[in-house]
């Protein structure tokens, strides 16, 4: 034992992520549990997914499906991944060389992160951005350069983005539609990031995770529809947002073979497979139920505005929100000597629903009195949630 101890008091780690702790999701679902408050901050339904996906899972565990799958996805996944695409963008892949499913999407971004970014190299993202794109750089030897979008519609400015390339930018991250804000591209946005990646030479690592959730009829529109674009990006998407089952953790990649190549290389070292039955249960979905996908925006839009109407006759101001299931409110009325992490403790405590500060996504923070709150949930759920807000 006195060994032990003398080694453990002489060894010290130098972090390699020396700002980084726990993250705010689940700093404020512990404490929505410990206060058995209503759960609004961490992004995940409170209802139960399809009883055919889950009953699929069941059955296709029973029949023995749960070893390991291929490196690059169970064939009959990537086959229904390529006719999704093609369906949705008009996309045509190669199932074989040009898709990866990965451990939920967030492996995706990190492994197509190491795969592009070489130290030194300088990778442009959006504040406020979801919070595993600057850890990732970090740890690839990138330079994260943060270029912050402003309330209330969080547009991208793509002359300033312009002036803030250098010979050392490499990549570009976009999301939408976006956490945190809801904020959804235009068919505009899209053509000027293509612009950009192909007059600069660089690539663009598209998070698409909530693609199917955009409303009020917008066009659903993808690093998929745009062909010069799509031949120098890798686009993220995750089965767990689109099925109501996040702790699945399956997502996937798409990419031009060589990249994919590359990706695979990394991916093999990572994971190298995910969730076997999974698999085979989302595969048959997309297959047997394509509903599922094409009627998500109907169902998030349905909860979306029911809860905004709830909170109408509340001191809250509402954000626009345009796609994902998320709404930002402005406190600002109700307490604005609060930063926005205080008043979510406060909201969580004093008044049982927990929400997501916005200054989180921010390299710098944000003096804004606005929070992040999550509408993935029973419309008893969130009905409960808008009374108790309405009363502030």
Same mark, same amino acid.
């Given at each position: 034992m006195p060994v032990f101890a003398t080694f453990s008091a002489l060894m010290s780690i130098v972090s390699k992520l020396p700002a980084v702790g726990t993250t705010i999701f689940s700093q404020m679902s512990q404490l929505a549990a410990e206060q058995q408050a209503i759960n609004l901050s961490q992004g995940f339904p409170d209802f139960a997914a399809d009883s055919q996906l889950l009953?699929?899972? &069941?059955?296709? #565990? *029973?029949?023995? /499906?749960?070893? =390991?799958?291929?490196?690059?996805?169970v064939p009959l996944l990537l086959q229904q991944i390529a006719a999704l695409t093609a369906r949705c963008y008009g996309r045509t /892949?190669?199932? *074989?060389?040009? $898709?990866?499913?990965? #451990?939920?999407?967030?492996? &995706?971004?990190?492994? &197509?992160?190491?795969?592009?970014?070489?130290?030194?190299d300088e990778v442009l993202l959006f504040d406020p951005a979801y919070d595993s794109y600057s850890p990732a750089i970090q740890l690839a030897g990138g330079v994260p350069v943060h270029l912050r979008l402003e309330a209330p519609d969080y547009r991208v400015d793509w002359q300033q983005v312009a002036t803030r390339l250098t010979p050392r930018t490499k990549l570009i991250i976009v999301?939408?539609?976006?956490?945190?804000?809801?904020?959804?591209?235009?068919?505009?946005?899209?053509?000027?990031?293509?612009? %950009?990646?192909?007059?600069?030479? %660089?690539? !663009?690592? #598209?998070?698409?995770? =909530?693609?199917?959730?955009v409303y009020d009829a917008a066009p659903r %529109? *993808? &690093?998929? !529809?745009? +062909?010069?674009?799509?031949?120098?990006s890798v686009i993220v998407s995750s089965f767990g947002k689109t099925f109501h089952v996040t702790g699945w953790k399956l997502g996937y990649a798409v990419a031009p073979a060589a990249l994919m190549t590359e990706f695979r290389k990394i991916h093999q070292y990572v994971t190298f497979s995910s969730f076997t039955p999974a698999q085979y249960a989302i595969a048959e979905m997309l297959r047997e139920q394509p509903q599922q996908v094409t009627e998500l925006a109907g169902f998030y839009q349905h909860k979306r505005?029911?809860?905004?109407?709830?909170?109408?006759? #509340?001191?809250f101001s509402l954000l626009p929100c345009q796609g994902t299931y998320f709404q930002l409110l402005d406190y600002s009325a109700i307490a604005p000597e609060l930063d926005d992490l205080s008043f979510c403790r406060y909201l969580t405590i004093e008044h049982k629903v927990? +929400? $997501?500060? /916005?200054?989180v996504f921010y390299q710098h923070g944000s003096s804004a009195r606005i929070i992040r709150l999550c509408f993935a949930k029973q419309d008893t759920t969130l009905a409960q949630a808008a009374e108790v807000l309405c009363r502030l």
């Open positions: 009953a699929a899972l &069941a059955r296709h #565990s *029973s029949a023995g /499906l749960n070893q =390991y799958a291929p490196m690059p996805g /892949l190669d199932e *074989s060389r040009e $898709i990866t499913v990965t #451990s939920g999407a967030t492996e &995706a971004l990190f492994v &197509a992160i190491q795969m592009l970014v070489q130290p030194g999301n939408s539609p976006h956490n945190p804000t809801g904020m959804v591209f235009s068919h505009a946005d899209w053509l000027a990031l293509q612009h %950009l990646v192909t007059q600069h030479g %660089l690539y !663009c690592l #598209s998070d698409e995770v =909530y693609e199917h959730m %529109l *993808s &690093a998929n !529809c745009f +062909a010069e674009l799509a031949a120098r505005d029911q809860f905004r109407q709830a909170l109408s006759g #509340s001191r927990a +929400a $997501i500060p /916005l200054s």
